[in-house]
């Protein structure tokens, strides 16, 4: 099941919007490849973070 800004995992619930979205885009990228949604969010919730990190982008939600 593809996901958008407003459906999305719980697990991605806590990231700041453009880290979630990134992690949105990259994950229904992984599902049209044919990985699982597990999967796809694992790798999408990781590559995520790194492009983030790597654009001096906030990750999380203060207190999180």
Do not use: C
Not at 35 to 45: K, M, N, V
Not at 46 to 51: G, I, P, Q
């Amino acid at each position: 099941m593809p996901w958008d800004k407003d459906d999305y995992p719980d697990s991605l619930k806590n990231f700041m919007a453009p880290v979630r979205n990134k992690a949105i885009d990259i994950a229904n990228e992984l599902l049209k490849d044919g990985y699982s949604e597990q999967r796809a969010i694992s790798i999408a919730t990781a590559k995520a973070k790194e492009w983030g990190e790597d654009h001096d982008k906030q990750i999380r939600k203060k207190g999180h």
